[in-house]
């Protein structure tokens, strides 16, 4: 982990440059965010461009962070287009659930990477399930998949209790994202670690068993 390739230092230039023209042009910031009311009006490409925009420099921070930190597992086992790939589709993922979910709040806004960094998070776990992760609080590396189904399950809670000013639904969209895009680009995973594909499915169909019930708001 750590190693930056091509493909991933211009993702993070990208969203240090949007970002901080964001920061000094709330004009800018106001047209590219996530909105449900304007997207609905026709503006489809804040679904992408809010994936570039940050609150403030702690934001931005963390998601690149994030990024530098697994970017390089799925590279080396996917390619810069297909790493590419699964970048994009977990943000546009993210953006849609969002926007599903909050269909009828016109005025609910959004922005950050979290949608896209989450899915490149989650194709790092399943591609290198046994790979341990380090976290500031807990002494112990843990195993990656642990972590990966806790993030889950805690996105599910934030959801459902609206905890802090945190988009989960972009984070759990995203996640899915990676997921299946990683499926898609790498079907030998269902030979090869089939049990980790269903214990990272089990939060995927909880959300789906909370939404239909209408436990999930």
Known sequence: MGNLSLVTIVIIAANVIISFKGFKDYGFFDTYK???????????LR????????????????NMFTLYFF???VVSRLGNFNFLVVY????????LL???LHKNEYHYTAVGASGAVTGVLYSAILLEPNMRLFLFFIP???????????????SIYGMKNQVGNIGHD????????GFLTTLILRPVLFQTDLLMIALLTIPIILLYILYKTGKLH
């Open 98 to 100: 969002s926007l599903y």
């Open 170 to 177: 972009a984070h759990f969209g995203g996640a899915i994202g």
């Open 88 to 95: 994009i589709v977990s943000l546009v993922l993210g953006s």
């Open 71 to 73: 970017a390089d597992v």
């Open 140 to 154: 112990i590396p843990i195993p990656a998949y642990i972590f990966g189904i806790g993030y889950l399950l805690y």
């Open 47 to 62: 679904l992408f461009s809010s994936g570039f925009l940050h609150v403030d420099t702690a934001h931005l921070f963390f």
């Open 34 to 44: 996530f909105n449900v009311g304007r997207i609905k009006a026709g503006e489809k």
